[in-house]
């Protein structure tokens, strides 16, 4: 079966210092990996995804996320952190065709991003 | 700017009350999703569409039924609300079946006192 796990409930960052939020993913074929960010009282909004091809994909907001195959890893990450990025994260999983699963997104426990001045 | 939309944005009722959380897309997506959003930040998928008569119990067990008549409508229905489904309800829609990323809307935030 699928699942996606995000170790840290919590990343702190000072304002303009690089961030990481980070994920890990399993899933029976090859994923296709999304990130979203959620702020508070607002539903979830698609920040970047993997799919295929380049595995640093660049996103919204100046976010960008590198796939690892090898680490089965999709690391956020953003290089110079805004107090305003300040919100929570999903990682998410989806089998591709022909698995057995049948294309549900499946999202981490989220973690929660707090930016410092 | 997502064009998907539920209502009521914030609903506290009493027990044994039937409630219906709206949801509505207007970008034709033929796939619809209902995830339930625990106080502790989880989201668990209980339904989902992939068109018209077409739905799907999912991950998380639920009370709630779901109907799917028209392609941009997806409501969800509690016959008899209860504290336990005190929670938020977020739907979603999406283009693709497996590329397409979802389109969240704001969420509909249940309180059953």
């Known amino acids: 079966a699928q699942s996606v796990a995000q170790p840290e409930d919590q990343v702190n960052v000072a304002e303009g210092n690089p961030l990481t939020v980070k994920c890990t993913y399993s899933?029976?074929?090859?994923?296709?990996l999304f990130w979203y960010v959620q702020y508070p009282n607002r539903g979830l909004q698609f920040l970047l995804k993997?799919?295929?091809?380049?595995?640093l994909v660049k996103g919204s907001y100046g976010f960008e996320a590198e796939f690892n195959k090898s680490q089965t890893s999709f690391h956020l990450k953003k290089p110079s952190a805004l107090v305003s990025d300040s919100a929570l994260y999903f990682c998410a999983v989806r089998d591709t065709p022909g698995s057995s699963n049948t294309g549900k997104l499946i999202f981490g426990q989220g973690t929660t991003l707090q930016v410092k001045p | 700017e997502a064009d998907i939309y539920q209502t009521p944005r914030y609903l506290v009722i009493g027990t044994g009350k039937k409630i219906t959380l709206e949801c509505s897309q207007t970008m034709g997506h033929d796939k619809m999703y209902w995830y339930q959003q625990d106080p502790g930040m989880e989201l668990h998928l209980i339904h989902y569409s992939y068109g018209v008569n077409s739905t799907e119990k999912g991950d998380l067990s639920s009370e709630s039924t779901v109907s799917r008549i028209r392609t941009e409508h997806f409501p969800l229905t509690l016959e008899s609300a209860r504290p336990s489904h005190t929670s938020q309800y977020l739907c979603a829609s999406s283009e693709g079946p497996y590329t397409g990323e979802l389109f969240f809307g704001e969420g509909s935030r249940l309180t059953v006192l």
């Open positions: 993997y799919i295929t091809g380049d595995n």
């Open positions: 899933v029976s074929g090859n994923p296709y």
